[in-house]
């Protein structure tokens, strides 16, 4: 994510009522490759990759990067939530110039049905608020994927835009924080 402010990173581990989101830690590199190789995640997302094509790709400490952080469930990796810049040259953009923080998340498919992704995406939405203030989010899903598209109006995205990219219809969806009053 390109900052338009300095941001230390990682920041300090973000809790919920359930949860722990932090940076990667190399005892996360199994759920990683679990996530990626996993055929239930992989359904909107262009598939599962190999599992000895992730064995030799992902590295010793995976997702080190700005806006990427690991849910944790009593200490183990369940998913992960992250926060890239939307490529401009992508179709889907909240603001004409792209740019626009774009939320992504990927869960291990025994923790769907728990709230797991919505509560890891809402805190990590409060992260970005308080990190970027009034810089939009959007969240691109495709409409076949129903989880994501009730997880997106659960959080308080909004339709900017439908369009079709990688073979399907994709839905677009923009969230703003709401300025403390003060």
């Known amino acids: 994510m390109a900052e338009p402010v300095p941001v230390a990173w990682p920041p ?10 932090r940076g990667s830690e190399a005892g996360d590199r199994a759920g990683f490759i679990d996530l990626f190789a996993s055929p239930e995640v992989g359904t909107y997302i262009g598939g599962p990759r190999p ?12 997702g080190r990067r700005l806006g990427h952080f690991v849910a944790a469930l009593d200490g183990a990796m369940i998913g992960m939530v992250t926060l890239d810049r939307r490529d401009a040259g992508r179709p889907g953009h909240a603001r004409p110039e792209g740019g ?12 769907w049905g728990c709230g797991y992704a919505a509560e890891a995406c809402a805190a990590a939405l ?16 495709q409409t076949a994927n129903d989880r994501s598209m009730r997880l ?30 003060g």
Do not use: N
Request: proline share 9%.
């Open 12 to 21: 300090a581990p973000i809790r919920t009522e359930r949860l722990v989101l």
């Open 126 to 141: 409060g992260w970005f608020a308080g990190a970027f203030p009034g810089e939009p989010v959007v969240l691109c899903t």
């Open 100 to 111: 626009t923080a774009d939320l992504g998340y990927m869960f291990l498919p025994h923790v």
């Open 152 to 181: 997106a109006a659960k959080l308080g995205f909004t339709e900017v835009e439908r369009f079709e990219e990688y073979g399907a219809e994709q839905w677009l969806g923009v969230w703003h924080s709401i300025p403390a009053s």
């Open 51 to 62: 599992r000895k094509e992730l064995e030799v790709a992902v590295p010793e400490v995976p």
